[in-house]
């Protein structure tokens, strides 16, 4: 059984602390995680993107963490649906556009699914280093 810690936030700059603080605090729940800087790193960015980018106004995200035998898999919902998700090619001096791109670095996979209802996920996921199967449980 995975288990499955989740908490919404409102559509502010100003909660992307606490949700990058809400997935430590699970993952500490778990008894810890070898990959929790790169995860903090993945939440801020993903939650920040859903304020900036991604949430119809007045509509809360969501930060889901669901711990599977393999993997931590770790999505933030918002609710624009049709926006497109992408790795921008920043040049040297840009000051934005860098952050699905780390993003991609420090997870093993992500991707984007559309939500029945509103809105999309955003997600990676962060296989765990004693992870026996090539293919991973939470890959769509
Ligand atoms: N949750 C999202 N919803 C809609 N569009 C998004 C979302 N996340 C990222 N994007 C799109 O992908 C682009 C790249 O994201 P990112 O690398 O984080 O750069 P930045 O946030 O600095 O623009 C964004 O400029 C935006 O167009
Ligand atoms: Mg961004």
Sequence with gaps: M??????????????VRAARDFAMEALDN???CRRSD??????SELAGNAVRHGSLHGHA???RLIRHPDCLHVEVHDSARHSRVRIPSASLS??????????QELC??????????????VWTCFRRPEAH????????
């Excluded at 810690?5 to 502010?12: A, D, I, L, N, W």
């Excluded at 840009?94 to 993003?103: H, L, N, Q, T």
């Design 108 to 121: 093993d996979d992500w991707g984007v699914r559309v939500l029945t209802g509103e809105g999309k996920a």
């Design 38 to 43: 790169d995860i903090r790193t993945c939440v």
């Design 2 to 15: 995975p288990h499955l810690s989740q908490h919404s936030f409102s559509t502010t700059p100003q909660t």
């Design 61 to 63: 995200y969501l930060v």
């Design 94 to 103: 840009a000051e934005a556009g860098r952050g699905m791109r780390i993003v």
């Design 30 to 32: 778990w008894g810890g």
């Design 133 to 140: 199967t090539s293919r991973c449980s939470c890959t769509p």
